[in-house]
């Protein structure tokens, strides 16, 4: 059984079938790549996964349990999290109190606020804060915490968005497009700690990305989407020789051999 299994997922706008008839299964453990050209539909993908859209039509399994039409929070609290294409933190907030908000939002936290006196309060608070400190340290954002979110490079942005998610400690996280506008030296710690969160903790991850070495060096498999539809999977070799995703990216997947008609030219 797959950790995340979609079935025949349709979502439309207006007459734009974003979203037309997906069936995927995406497998534990594993980092998946999703690509395809803009406007393929994979961040309504997403939302349809974590709860932002409801579909359609079709179904959507988590750990074996269907999620279809749950609210985003409750998905999210399942331990299935996403990040967004555009960073929204709390600009005015510090970094580690964005994270601090995250177990906050927990069902149920309220009420025992009203049971328990201020000491259990001020120990669960301790807690959270060592939590978000350690979650920080190993993002590289420890040395940022007292700053203000929104003071942050955009790369740090997409770092604290993954800090955010790893505060449920997720099994599966969905980031999307984790790798644009973060500079290249940012760039590889993120890689480095998608990595090292999988192996170590066995976090599975499902990454929208358009770039290409990103993708063809740590996804495995590889999912292609185009108007709306998984066209094919498969490892880097396949999709980087696959006539549909070298027509749609121009022949520009980094080591494909040049299309024909390009290289007679
Ligand atoms: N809320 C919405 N209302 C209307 N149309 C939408 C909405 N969200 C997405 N679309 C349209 O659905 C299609 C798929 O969009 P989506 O954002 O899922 O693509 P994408 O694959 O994530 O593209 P990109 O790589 O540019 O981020 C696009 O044509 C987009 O304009
Ligand atoms: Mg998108």
Not at 127 to 134: G, I
Request: proline share 5%; net charge neutral.
């Amino acid at each position: 059984m797959a950790l995340l299994e979609l079935r025949q997922l349709r979502r439309s706008f207006g007459s734009l079938a974003a979203v037309d008839g997906v069936t995927l299964d995406v497998e534990a453990s594993r980092i998946t790549g999703l690509i395809g050209p803009n406007g393929a539909g994979k961040t309504t993908l997403f939302n349809l996964v974590a709860g932002a859209l409801a579909p359609d039509a079709g179904e959507i399994f988590f750990a074996g349990q269907r999620i279809t039409g749950e609210p985003p929070e409750r998905i999210f609290h399942r331990g299935l999290a996403r990040t967004f294409q555009v960073p929204r933190p709390f600009a005015q907030m510090t970094v580690l109190e964005n994270l601090m908000l995250v177990p906050a939002a927990q069902a149920g936290e309220r009420f025992w606020r009203n049971w328990l006196g201020g000491t259990r309060i001020a120990a669960e608070e301790r807690r959270a804060r060592e939590q978000a400190m350690a979650v920080l340290e190993l993002c590289a954002l420890a040395g940022k915490a007292a700053e203000l979110a929104g003071q942050l490079s955009g790369g740090q942005h997409k770092l604290l968005e993954l800090a955010r998610v790893l505060m449920i400690e997720p099994r599966l996280i969905l980031l999307d497009e984790p790798a644009a506008g973060v500079n290249p030296a940012l760039l590889e710690t993120l890689v480095e700690r998608i990595v090292r969160l999988n192996r170590e903790r066995g976090i599975s991850f499902l990454v929208i990305e358009h770039n290409m070495d990103l993708v063809m060096s740590v996804c495995a498999p590889i999912v292609v989407m185009m108007g709306g539809r998984v066209v094919t999977q498969g490892d880097a070799a396949s999709i980087r020789s696959d006539r549909r995703v070298l027509d749609a990216y121009l022949g520009e997947v980094p080591g494909a051999p040049a299309p024909a008609q390009e290289a007679a030219a």
